[in-house]
C-alpha cells in the first residue's frame, strides 16, 4: 500500500481547524487508513489503494474534514467553459489510445505545493496507473504552451526534445537508453516502431508518454500560474477518474478549472466532467448488512461524513471516488462513519468450534515444494477479460458474467494457463529464466482449486517441466503418465493429459507459437495445469 507524508499545517489550513495530536491519532486511524507517525510537522499515513484521492494533502484533508463534521456532504466543483482543444490522432489509437485533459488556472506555487504535486502524481502512477501501464500523468506549464494541442504518434527516429532535468536534447531511443525514467519506464514502449507524444500548436514537444515530459515545456516552477494536466492509457473512464482526482486537489489549491475539448476524429468530448453520479441504495438493505435500525436523517449524516450527498434512497458520489462500484461501498462508507469501535459484538447462539479447510495444508505442502525447487510463486484474478481466453482458444469455456462493472473482469476463468500467460507477458523486462506456479481458484461446471506452472527462457520445454512434474508428484507418492493428446493451446506432439490410477488430474505441454505470438512472447513457454482437488484425493 502506498505511504504518503502530509504537512501537517497545510492539512490543518485545509480543514480549517487546529487538531490535538490524540485528535489527529484517533480520527485519521478510523478513517478507513493507517497512521503510521506523527514527528513534528510530518504525518505519515498508509492510504489504502481503492482510495486514490487521498494521496494529497487536499484530497486527505477533504476526507478528514467531512469525516470529522467539519466539512460535510458533497464537494461540488466549478468547470469553465473554454475553447482550448486537443486533437487526438487516428495514429495513437492501437498505441495508447485515449488521453483525458483540462487546464487549471490562478495557481500559485511554492516549494511546498510544487512537493505535493509531486507526490501525488508518484503515488498515482504507482497505484491508480498500474506504474504508468495502465494510465501516465503529465502536468505542464500551460503558459509555455500554445493550443491545439496534438497527442499524435510518430516513428521513433523523428522524436528529439530535451527531457525532464537533462541538459541536453535527446532522440527517443537515446531517452528510453540514458535518461533515468526512460530506463525505468521504456519496457512500455517495447516492440512499437511509433511512439505516443504531446504537442503543441507551434509542434514543439511537450511529452513522450508515459516516459517523460519535456524540460522546456513540461516543468513546473513557482513562476508557474496555469498548468495543462494530461492523463492518457487505455481505458477512458480510468482516465477522466484519475484527471478528476488532480484537478480537484488544485481546485483546493485555489485553482480555477477549465474544461478542454477533446476531439476523437468527429467525435468531440469535454473533460474533466465533475457531476456526481448517482447509485439507488435500500435502507433496509445497509440496516440488515450493519445489523443497526438506521432512519434516513442517520443515513444521510453518516453519508454526508464520507462526503456524499443523500436524498431518499439515491447516493450522490463525488466525481473523484474511483471505490464505489455497488451499494455495498457505500455501506462501507457508512459503518466507518458510524464508527467501528460502536460496533457491539454478541456472543453467538450457537456454539461451534473452527476447523481449518483440509485442502489448505496440502496447498501449503505443494507450495513449499515448488518453492523448492525454485519456482516463483504468483496470483492473479478469477475474472478475466475475455479477449486473453481467446488469445489462448478458450472462448467456448467462458463463463461470461451478465453485468460485469469492468470490461477488464468480464469473464470466469476456466484455467490458470491465460492469466499466467498475461503476466508472462507483461513481465518480458525482467530476468529470465521465468520460473512461476499459482495456485487458484478456476470454474469450468463447476468451482475448482486448480494448480498451475509456467517456464519461459530460451530453452524453455517439455523435458524441463516434467522434471518438475516427477519431482512434485515423486514427493506425494504418485505414478503417473502422459498420453498425447491434441491440445488447442499446445503444440500437436508435446503435449498430453496427465493421467494418475486411470484418473485425469491435468494437461501439460509447450505453448502453440500462435498462442505466445498472441501475447507478443518473445521466448518459449511450457505449462502445465492440474485439479488440485483430484490430487488431494489420491492422498
Known sequence: MPTITLNKKVLEGLIGKKLSLETLKDRISYLGTDLESIEGNDITVEIFPNRPDMLSEQGFARAL???IGVKTGLREYKVSKSSYQVIVEHSVQKIRPYTACAVVKNLH???????EVIQIQEKLHVTYGRNRKKAAIGIYPFEKIKTPIHYKALP??????????????????????DHPAGRDYGYLLDGLSLFPIFADADNRILSMPPIINSHDTGKITEKTKDVFVECSGFDFETLKTLLNIIVTMFADMGGDIYAMELFYGKKKIMTPDLKPSTIGLDIKYVNKLLGLKLLHIELKKF???MGFGYTLGKVLVPSYRADILHPIDLVEDIAIAYGYEHFESPIPKVSTVAEENVLEPFKRKIQELLIGLGLLELSSFTLIPREILTKCSMDEKAIELKNPLSKEFNVVRPSLIPSMLQILAENQHHEYPQRLFEIGTVVDEEEKIHLAIVVSHEKAGFTELKQILDALLFSLRLEYVVEPQKLDSFIEGRSGDIISNKRFLGTIGEINPKVLGNFNLGNPVAALEIDLSSLYEKQ
Request: net charge positive; proline share 3%; hydrophobic share 35%.
Open 65 to 67: 474534514a467531512s469525516f
Open 156 to 177: 521513433k527516429e523523428k522524436i528529439r526534445f530535451k527531457p525532464l532535468e537533462s541538459s541536453r536534447e535527446m532522440t527517443a531511443l537515446q531517452i528510453l537508453r
Open 109 to 115: 506555487f511554492n516549494d511546498e505545493k510544487i512537493r
Open 303 to 305: 453519508l454526508g461524513r
